[in-house]
């Protein structure tokens, strides 16, 4: 439990360690990486677009003169692109955040390898750059993989005859599988890493409500979900800059323990201060886990290592 309400102020020095965040061009996952920066990290920028990762650099590199960033390309979309970043990698990697996420799309996309594009972003995406990542991250002392979930798990449901949609496509439930997905894998992760002994945390979180632009990228201008949400912004959401507050306390905190799930604290967990709370009943099924992370290995053919 944290001691005192977190904050960015409260971020202990990160000078010395190298922190990957995918998504970083925007929302949550930029203003991650701009107060890692801030704070002494060597900073990945995970983008799947050059131009707005140059963009997303110039901005953070004016807010912190001589910041250690630098832009790195990784689509999750795409398991070519994953592998090309993993194999290039060397050194260690002291924390992993996987933040990239689509939500709530239209209609039912496929991502490079033919998955459905929430669930192959937002979840096989990062299963599998975190197997692959796995030797670089038992090279640091003490690596945290940090996964953002949502609330949007509490609706969840692992459905093995439905879950890339192939019967039934309907945006918000492609999008709570694949919270639920990344929730699950992040508590199975922790799981399996202290019962090999391993020093790696594995610590889900969540941002709340943050008005990023994922509401205006996923769902349609009609998404009734969307428009509730747009309404009520001020008083139910909070700033991107706060809802990176969970990732960086997951990131950066000696308070922070593997398999918590931290979120905001205040109404319905909407906003507030990081705090861990209790996920939904269905995220804690460990039967439903493995069958989950045996699927995500076959289907995206990458095999964890031990995390010795
Ligand atoms: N905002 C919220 O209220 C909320 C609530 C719960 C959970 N979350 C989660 O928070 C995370 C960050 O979202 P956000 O709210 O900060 O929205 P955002 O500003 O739209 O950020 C999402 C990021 O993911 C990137 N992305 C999407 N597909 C990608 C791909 N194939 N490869 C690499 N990057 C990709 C986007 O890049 P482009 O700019 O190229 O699209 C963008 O940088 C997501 O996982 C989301 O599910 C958000």
Do not use: C
């Amino acid at each position: 439990m944290p001691a005192l309400k977190f904050s960015a102020s409260h971020i202990t020095p990160q000078t010395g360690k190298t922190i990957l965040v995918t998504g970083a061009n925007s929302g949550i996952g930029y203003q991650a990486a701009l107060e890692l920066a801030r704070h002494g990290a060597q900073v990945l920028l995970g983008v799947r677009d050059e131009a707005k990762g140059a963009g997303a650099l110039a901005k953070l590199k004016a807010a912190v003169p001589g910041a250690l960033a630098t832009v790195v390309s990784l689509d999750m979309a795409s398991l070519a692109s994953i592998r090309r970043f993993a194999e290039s990698f060397v050194g260690e990697l002291d924390v992993l955040i996987n933040n990239a996420g689509v939500m709530a799309l239209n209609s039912r996309e496929l991502t490079a390898d033919g998955f459905e594009r929430q669930f192959g972003t937002n979840h096989l995406g990062h299963f599998a750059l975190t197997g692959l990542l796995m030797p670089a991250l038992l090279r640091a002392p003490a690596p945290r993989v940090v996964t953002v979930s949502s609330l949007a798990h509490r609706n969840g449901k692992i459905d093995f005859s439905n879950l890339q949609s192939e019967r039934k496509y309907v945006p918000w439930d492609a999008y709570n599988t694949s919270k639920l997905a990344n929730l699950m894998f992040a508590l199975e992760l922790n799981r399996r890493a202290a019962a090999e002994g391993s020093s790696l945390l594995s610590i889900p979180v969540h941002p709340g409500i943050s008005r990023t632009a994922i509401f205006a990228n996923g769902p349609g201008a009609d998404d009734m979900k969307a428009r509730i949400v747009k309404l009520l912004a001020p008083v139910m959401t909070q700033s991107d800059e706060a809802g990176a507050l969970p990732t960086l306390y997951a990131a950066t905190s000696p308070d922070a323990k593997g398999g918590e799930y931290i979120g905001p604290d205040g109404f319905n967990h909407f906003r507030g201060s990081p705090a861990p709370e209790r996920p939904r009943a269905q995220a804690l099924d460990e039967a439903v886990a493995k069958e989950l992370w045996n699927v995500s290995e076959q289907l995206t053919k990458v095999a964890y290592p031990a995390m010795q």
